[in-house]
């Protein structure tokens, strides 16, 4: 068949969005510079004034599942810990809806259990294990201080120093796990990642953003500081947009557009 050299050139035009959207994924990460730890945040507000209705609705939702499943005993807090990574994969996914178009719903909150439930569970259990043992190594320092003053082997100054230093200890572990464990459920649910790999992306995008989370960091303090003045219910806007800034943090750190 002849071919109309008049005829307007053809190209896949509907792809191209969607493309433009999800730009070229870096697995690596990228580094930034710290003025993009306010981007992430305002971004994250962005997200949340799509459908802030939905949001709050979910996060009354979570809130009262966190607080009824806390009343089952042992189980309830490791529950928790274990699922976190598959609620937190699910609204990861709700905020992509919303970036390509689509409608943010409640079921959103549970769609980590449609795909990759296994490993967003293993990124729980990585959690659940390191904070245990972070804990242990608390318990021990601060067991040492107390044993030593019911002993009478110490200085009531001492005691609370060796309880301060406890203290950052544990503040100085905790640090790298929240770091793995930050981007690992948006890796695991939006990109098939495996959990340790996950995990270890999540870690190093972290590392090399430092500063710019040291900015998201302090600004985001305020802002709870403001979220709890009126009873806490302004953490109702300020967890969507915790979870939202998560997300857009994601997108910038993770894909080269």
């Not at 730009?23 to 993009?36: Q, S």
């Not at 709700?94 to 449609?114: M, N, S």
């Not at 305020?222 to 003045?229: E, G, K, M, Y």
Request: glycine fraction near 12%; hydrophobic fraction near 60%.
């Amino acid at each position: 068949m002849a071919t109309d050299p008049y005829a307007a050139p053809k190209a896949p035009v509907a792809d191209a969005p969607a493309a433009a959207l999800e730009g070229e994924f870096v697995p690596e990460g990228r580094a930034l510079p710290a003025g993009n730890g306010w981007n992430w945040i305002a971004s994250g507000w962005d997200v949340f004034r799509q459908n802030p209705g939905v949001w709050i609705l979910i996060a009354v939702i979570f809130f009262v599942l966190a607080v009824v499943v806390q009343f089952i005993p042992v189980l309830g807090p490791l529950a928790m810990s274990l699922l976190g990574p598959v609620l937190a994969g699910g609204l990861m996914i709700g905020c992509r809806a919303l970036e390509q178009g689509d409608t943010l719903e409640i079921g959103h909150l549970f769609a980590g259990f449609r795909e990759n439930t296994g490993k967003l569970v293993l990124v729980g259990v990585f959690g659940l294990v390191a904070f245990i043992l972070v804990m242990v190594v608390i318990g021990l320092m601060v067991g040492g201080s107390v044993f030593a003053l019911a002993a009478g082997g110490g200085h009531v100054g001492a005691g609370l120093m060796g309880i301060a230093l406890a203290a950052l200890v544990g503040l100085a572990l905790a640090l790298p796990i929240y770091m793995a464990m930050w981007f690992a459920p948006a890796l695991v649910a939006l990109q098939g990642t495996d959990a340790i790999e996950a995990l270890k992306a999540s870690f190093f995008a972290c590392l090399k953003n430092v500063l710019a989370f040291l900015v998201y960091g302090v600004i985001m303090f305020a802002l709870a500081i403001v979220a709890s003045i009126p009873f806490g219910l302004g953490w109702l806007v300020l967890a969507p947009v915790l979870i939202a800034s998560v997300y857009t943090a994601y997108r910038d750190i993770f894909f080269a557009r």
